[in-house]
């Protein structure tokens, strides 16, 4: 058992890479314990930042017991499971930084999967086995808050990328290395996306039409990985 508790106050818990933690999630951050009900009152009322990063955590997002007030979910590099869709049942809605990267969640992509995460800054998904037939670009590109968009090298993600929909002042990045895009032409990429987009030169279907492939490579080479 680790010997956390009666901690009111803590706002903050890194435990990054850390060894003899091979069943912390079944001890500490797992509700399937009788004696975790009331975790957040009692123990963590006031935790904002979470990291495990590397723990080597197994089981599912929604088997955390609830920490209603997380802002930052640091998570990557573990061997979580199943999808996105419970979080905010452990995880409240108030979470700024999502990342999950490295990890084997799965299943559709959705936009119900988001609908709660109006204030997130961060969105690392990448190297997970999610799929998705149409990514909810348009959902996601609302977020006003979003800065960071990353869902490289995932199982099976295609859609299209929209030329119409508005996109928040505040998106810096767009990672979708590894996906397969359409509804692309030379103008949109110049245009809209030139300087947040990262591609590779194998997940893009470009409508070159009106421009010959020597200008889609000079103006886009740099950005593609």
């Known amino acids: 058992m680790f010997p956390i508790s009666g901690m009111p106050a803590?706002?903050?818990?890194?435990?990054?890479?850390a060894s003899g933690f091979s069943s912390l999630n079944s001890v500490l951050l797992s509700s399937q314990s009788s004696n975790v009900t009331n975790v957040?009152?009692?123990?963590?009322?006031?935790?904002?930042?979470?990291?495990?990063?590397?723990?080597?955590l197994t089981g599912t997002l929604s088997s955390f017991v609830p920490l209603l007030s997380l802002k930052e979910l640091h998570g990557a590099n573990n061997q979580w499971t199943g999808n996105l869709q419970h979080m905010t049942t452990s995880f409240g809605t108030e979470l700024e930084i999502i990342?999950?990267?490295n990890n084997?969640?799965?299943?559709?992509?959705?936009?119900?999967?988001?609908?709660?995460f109006r204030h997130v800054r961060k969105l690392l998904l990448s190297n997970n086995q999610l799929q998705s037939k149409e990514l909810p670009f348009d959902y996601l590109f609302s977020l006003k808050r979003l800065e960071v968009l990353d869902l490289a090298f995932n199982a099976n993600l295609s859609g299209i990328l929209p030329s119409t929909v508005p996109i928040s002042l505040n998106l810096k990045r767009i990672d979708v290395r590894?996906?397969?895009?359409?509804?692309?032409?030379v103008k949109t990429l110049g245009n809209k996306y030139s300087t947040t987009l990262v591609l590779d030169q194998t997940n893009v279907n470009v409508d070159s039409a009106?421009?010959?492939s020597s200008t889609v490579t000079a103006?886009?080479?740099?950005?593609?990985?």
């Open 219 to 225: 103006c886009f080479s740099l950005r593609f990985q």
């Open 40 to 56: 957040t009152s009692t123990i963590f009322p006031n935790l904002h930042v979470l990291d495990v990063t590397g723990c080597q």
């Open 10 to 17: 803590l706002n903050s818990l890194n435990l990054s890479h």
């Open 178 to 185: 590894g996906g397969i895009l359409t509804g692309l032409d």
């Open 104 to 116: 084997n969640l799965s299943e559709e992509m959705t936009i119900g999967m988001f609908q709660s």
């Open 210 to 212: 009106s421009s010959s």
């Open 99 to 101: 990342d999950i990267r």
